[in-house]
């Protein structure tokens, strides 16, 4: 299973921006898709994250300002960021969640895409 991201740059503070992330390979279904971001120095930190179901939880840091949603058919998920700050900056990972047996579940994590959101 193969995650692809698109969608980073360089933006100004109040613009905004749209990740994407495409899942591909034997993919029978995937449960939670999500974003994280990691700035130098810091760890890496959950952005937004959605279910299958589509029910959604945000970074108290983003809430209002990002939306994340998915394409179930496409495996595709998305994070439509808004009002960016500069503290938005960093490398934004996407995230998959696959069930594997017993009932556990498997990470995949994409390449990662750089956000710089200037002052």
């Known amino acids: 299973v193969q995650l692809v991201e698109s969608g980073g740059g360089l933006v100004q503070a109040g613009g905004s921006l749209r990740l994407s992330c495409a899942a591909s390979?034997?993919?029978?279904?995937?449960?939670?898709m999500g974003w994280y971001r990691q700035a130098p120095g810091k760890q890496r930190e959950l952005v937004a994250a959605?279910?299958?179901?589509?029910?959604?939880n945000y970074a108290d840091s983003v809430k209002g300002r990002f939306t994340i949603s998915r394409d179930n058919a496409k495996n595709t998920v998305y994070l439509q960021m808004n009002s960016l700050k500069p503290e938005d900056t960093a490398v934004y990972y996407c995230?998959?969640?696959?069930?594997?047996?017993?009932?556990?579940?498997?990470?995949?994590w994409g390449q990662g895409t750089q956000v710089t959101v200037s002052s």
């Open positions: 959605i279910t299958s179901g589509g029910s959604t």
């Open positions: 995230n998959a969640k696959l069930p594997m047996t017993w009932g556990t579940q498997y990470d995949y």
């Open positions: 390979g034997t993919i029978v279904s995937i449960n939670t």
